[in-house]
């Protein structure tokens, strides 16, 4: 769940077939140009593309490949450099004996680009990926030896994949915070930055990790410390999926599959969890009584919609445990803590297990002091691999780019956290919140079945300037979630403001073009957000208000009142919403521009 992918095989099949077999299992994931490169009889045969992965294969099926049995492919989403061919993965050095492909940024590229042109090198491209290939001309005869010195001229966070002509039954990848899994059989042996990616020929791979460099031959997989080439024993872990590429069906698109998947989702997430008398119980998680009662303080770590369920989570632990805990813009957490207070516990939050400032925030806290505990929907990744503990968020695999399944079973799962927490602490909560919870995914399953939006709310929405979301407490978080999804899909701006805030600046926005959407399933909020909606509606806005009755022009009314259940339900509108405005405007749903399924550079 990269935003670049890296494929690499070595073995008796024709490699060129296993890359594109392998890249188009993490196509889903966002990318803009991609590219193979082969060993040929002593030369490397390229083929790079700017757009889908399909535009590749139609030049190759134009001019095949020649027969080779090992080789790299790639899938970029731009960093360094325009989309174009030339910008394109794999790269190569002058001489054309070396090929690289690379996910990640080069820190220090303007440095290493000056010194290569000093030297007489010539550089096609505008990339800092280019530059290893070229780094690799001189130095050790030895592949192993000389990518460790090159990456250890390397600053930023980044993974390698490089093949060399001269050594061509050989395969050396590193790892400096970018993913690298990597399996072998008895004669073969593959590589990619997503075991997904290897699903069809492997059922268990190794993952590097920080800081190691991996040795790839056919049969046989050497790992070593980067910094002195010490081996490592790697641990095999098993790889999800049976290698089939995932379908929409009848859904058409991934995320309305995955939205209309969520109760399904909801209730793996609750079984063994929560039981029918309402007992919340982690051990299976390796989270017992004695650790949730040595909890003084909570800091979460997560971007995008992982952040807004934590701050969903705030609110929950604050009203019910007394617990102190703040929800933490992971990319900013390095930067601006420089402590934490003795018995805080860190949770990551993170869909893919990979997102690089989630994972860099985590890190961070460890120094300071903290246990880490992960919720993660991929629990061989590297955010659980660095835990002490971790709670499998079993959403299953999420394709599309925007999160539907993953964010809800983030917030099911922080319930359950602090249903846990309360119990450990002797202030349990009320049993008819914890049966709402039980109960919410049937009683989505048929709102679900039944629901329709109205087709002028989507019109509006479609052809607005922009679109204000407003709420109060977990409400509030709920609509940050609503803006997001519609800003992501539809590119529609949209802006999440707390309710209170809409007569201190935002309501200068407002005019009858505006619609404005009010989350409202805490109903001991109603009658302010009642008095925000009717300020709006007053400057001619579109009111819509979703869960309480508040007099919006239109009304989306939630068939549960418990707000355990009514916010996870109030939801689906929201998604549902962000789905049809950008169908309206002929957006594409799995795959929005400029964005990529799991964030792995900074």
Known sequence: MHMCGIMGYVGPKQAAEVLLGGLKRLEYRGYDSAGIALEDEGSIYLRRKAGAL????????????????????????????????????????????????????????????????????????????????????????????????????????????????????????????????????????????????????????????????????????????????????????????????????????????????QPIAWRRVMAGRLDDVGQVNLRDDGIDQEFLRSVERIVFLAMGSSLHACQMAVERLAEVVHLPAQAELASEFRDTRTFLEPGTLAIAVSQSGETIDTLAALRHARDLGAKVLSLVNAPASTIARESDYVLDLRAGFEISVASTKAFTTQVIALELLTAALAQARACPLPPTDLHALRAVPTVAEDFLAAFHLPKELIETCAQAPGVIFLGRGQDLSLAREGSLKLKELSYVWSEAFAAGELKHGPLALVDQRVPVIVCVTDPRHAVKLRSSLAEATARGAYGVAVGSKLGATLQVTLPLKERIGAYLLGALPLQLLAVEVAEARGCPIDQPRNLAKSVTVE
């Open 54 to 261: 399909r535009v590749l294969e139609e030049v190759l099926a134009e001019s095949p490949p020649p027969p080779s049995h090992i080789g790299i492919g790639h899938t970029r989403w731009a960093t360094h450099g325009g989309v174009s061919d030339r910008n394109a993965h794999p790269h190569t050095d002058c001489k054309g004996e070396n090929a690289i492909v690379h996910n990640g940024i080069i820190e220090n590229a303007d440095e290493l680009r000056a010194e290569l042109l000093n030297a007489g090198h010539v550089l096609r491209s505008e990339t800092d990926s280019e530059l290893v290939a070229h780094l690799l001309e001189t130095g050790p005869a030895d592949l192993r030896v000389r990518l460790s010195e090159v990456a250890r001229r390397c600053e930023g966070a980044y993974a390698l994949l490089v093949m060399d002509v001269h050594q061509p039954d050989r395969l050396v990848a590193v790892r400096r915070t970018s993913p690298i899994a990597i399996g072998a059989t008895e004669n073969e042996a593959y590589v990619a930055s997503g075991a997904i990616a290897l699903a069809p020929w492997l059922s268990e791979c190794i993952y590097l990790d920080d800081g190691e460099i991996a040795d790839i031959r056919p049969g046989k997989i050497e790992v070593f410390r980067l910094e002195d080439l010490e081996p490592i024993a790697k641990t095999l872990h098993p790889i999800e999926g049976d290698g089939e590429l995932p379908d929409a069906g009848e859904h058409g698109t991934f995320y309305r599959k995955e939205l209309m998947e």
